[in-house]
Each structure stands twice: as C-alpha cells, then as structure tokens.
C-alpha cells in the first residue's frame, strides 16, 4: 500500500487561494514508479459523491482537469520530493469540500475506484 499524505487545507475567503500537497511514501510507491502511473485530487462536499478534481501523469506530467477547476487550479508534481500539489486560487465557496489524494495506473482518470490508495483527506472551507 502506497502511504499519502495531504496536507495544506484550511479556512480560505472567497476569492482566495490554497495550496494543497500530497506526499506519496513506503515501499509500494517504489514499485510504482516503476511503471507508468497517476495521481489525481478529489474531494468531497457533505451530502455529496466523491467528485473527481484532477489528475497527473507521474512521469509525463500531462494534466487533466475537472471543468469545475479549469483556469483556477493547477496540479503539479515535484518528482525528487515525491509530492504532488494543487494550488487553488480564485476560491469559491462551491469549492468547499474534503480534498483527496490518490494514486492509481487504471483509467479514466475521473473515476475514483479506479484508484487503488488513498490519503486520509485534507478540510478546505471556503467563506463567502
């Protein structure tokens, strides 16, 4: 099992902007990166489906995006640091949901049970 921790979320005003990271660790992420793979964000709003957010191609970085998101947030990924980011900014009160990182090889990449490991969640609250 691939360890993933997120980190970075908080109480924001519309508007805003927040910084989410996910840091991928153990021994099962070293057999990951053997191989093609992705991460991807998602979250999930009270009363509401885990909603896909966005996903990166680990070696390639090609992105895809929810159009939720599209021109406000932008995932990223920093190889060396095992890490992944989403830097969120133009907030908006909609935004507001627990985050998810996830690491998975399956497509598509907006579905959530084509991921195999899960971080525990990260709050963001946005304030209208």
């Known amino acids: 099992q691939v360890v993933l921790v997120e980190s970075g979320g908080g109480l924001v005003q519309a508007g805003g902007s927040l910084r989410l990271s996910c840091a991928a660790s153990g021994r099962t992420f070293s057999s990951y990166r053997m191989l093609w793979f992705r991460m991807g964000w998602f979250r999930q709003a009270p009363g509401k489906e885990r909603e896909f957010v966005a996903a990166?191609?680990?070696?390639?970085?090609?992105?895809d995006y929810a159009d939720a998101v599209k021109g406000r947030f932008t995932i990223s990924r920093d190889n060396p640091k095992n890490t992944m980011y989403l830097q969120m900014n133009f907030l908006k009160a909609e935004d507001t949901a627990v985050y998810y990182c996830?690491?998975?090889?399956?497509?598509?990449?907006?579905?959530?049970?084509?991921?195999?490991?899960w971080g525990q969640g990260t709050q963001v609250i946005v304030s209208s």
């Open positions: 990166i191609s680990w070696t390639s970085g090609i992105t």
């Open positions: 996830a690491i998975g090889r399956r497509p598509p990449a907006i579905l959530a049970p084509q991921y195999d490991d």
